[in-house]
């Protein structure tokens, strides 16, 4: 069984930062594609950023680049979500996804494990 654990979310203000983090365990990850989603009261989850095992590719939603920035420290099996200049419309719970494959792609539906979900709340 595979068990992704977030962690690092809270209620800020518009301009501060937060770093997230997703904890996996259960079994090897080596391999795999790690992404964040989230979503926001009455909307679908969105792809928000991924990265594959070497970390030498990346992808980043429009609303994230610039802002977010995406790693992942393979020792720890630990991938992390560093988010500045946060803006009230990051509202959302964030959710961290695994796929065994080593391409990102911004579908759920192609992530096999996934966390619990944080909350964060940028108040303006």
């Known amino acids: 069984q595979v068990q992704l654990v977030e962690s690092g979310g809270g209620l800020v203000q518009a301009g501060d930062s937060l770093r997230l983090s997703c904890a996996a365990s259960?079994?090897?990850?080596?391999?795999?594609?790690m992404a964040w989603f989230r979503q926001a009261p009455g909307k679908e989850r969105e792809f928000v950023v991924g990265?594959?095992?070497?970390?030498?590719?990346?992808d980043y939603a429009d609303s994230a680049k610039g802002r977010f920035t995406v790693s992942r420290d393979n020792a720890k099996n630990t991938v992390y979500l560093q988010m500045n200049s946060l803006k009230p419309e990051d509202t959302a719970v964030y959710y961290c996804?695994?796929?065994?494959?080593?391409?990102?792609?911004?579908?759920?539906?192609?992530?096999?494990?996934w966390g619990q979900g944080t909350q964060v709340t940028v108040s303006s």
């Open positions: 990265i594959t095992w070497s970390g030498g590719s990346t």
């Open positions: 996804a695994a796929r065994g494959s080593m391409v990102v792609l911004r579908t759920p539906e192609t992530y096999n494990y």
């Open positions: 259960g079994r090897t990850f080596r391999g795999y594609t």
